[in-house]
């Protein structure tokens, strides 16, 4: 079983930056697809970036250039770079992880409990 917590979040101006980081414990070697999506209120949840095994990293376009997404193995954390962050970037920010394990190679999806990122001045 993979856990994963997000923290990071918090109120930033229009134009700010913030580091988003997610920490995932447990059976971490099984994970195939780590990353972030996002939920704005009214709206549905999207997806904004992610780093998967043998594809690389993948980005929303709406947060092509400004967003980066990176993972440290050795700490089993996943960051979340965001610059000149727009008020319509202001949402809750989920880290997911992928997972497939077992001897039937049984897929698994783990979400984290978010963490409230608000660009406003």
């Known amino acids: 079983q993979v856990q994963v917590v997000e923290s990071g979040g918090g109120l930033v101006q229009p134009g700010g930056s913030l580091r988003l980081s997610c920490s995932a414990s447990?059976?971490?070697?099984?994970?195939?697809?780590i990353g972030w999506h996002r939920q704005a209120p009214g709206k549905q949840r999207e997806p904004v970036a992610s780093?998967?095994?043998?594809?690389?990293?993948k980005y929303a376009d709406s947060v092509k250039g400004r967003f980066t997404i990176s993972r440290d193995s050795a700490e089993n954390t996943v960051y979340l770079q965001m610059e000149s962050l727009k008020p319509e970037d202001t949402a809750v920010y989920y880290c997911?992880?992928?997972?497939?394990?077992?001897?039937?190679?049984?897929?698994?999806?783990?979400w984290g409990q978010g963490t409230l990122v608000t660009v406003s001045s």
């Open positions: 997911y992880a992928a997972s497939i394990s077992g001897p039937f190679n049984r897929y698994s999806e783990v």
């Open positions: 447990g059976s971490t070697s099984t994970i195939k697809s």
């Open positions: 780093i998967s095994s043998g594809v690389g990293t």
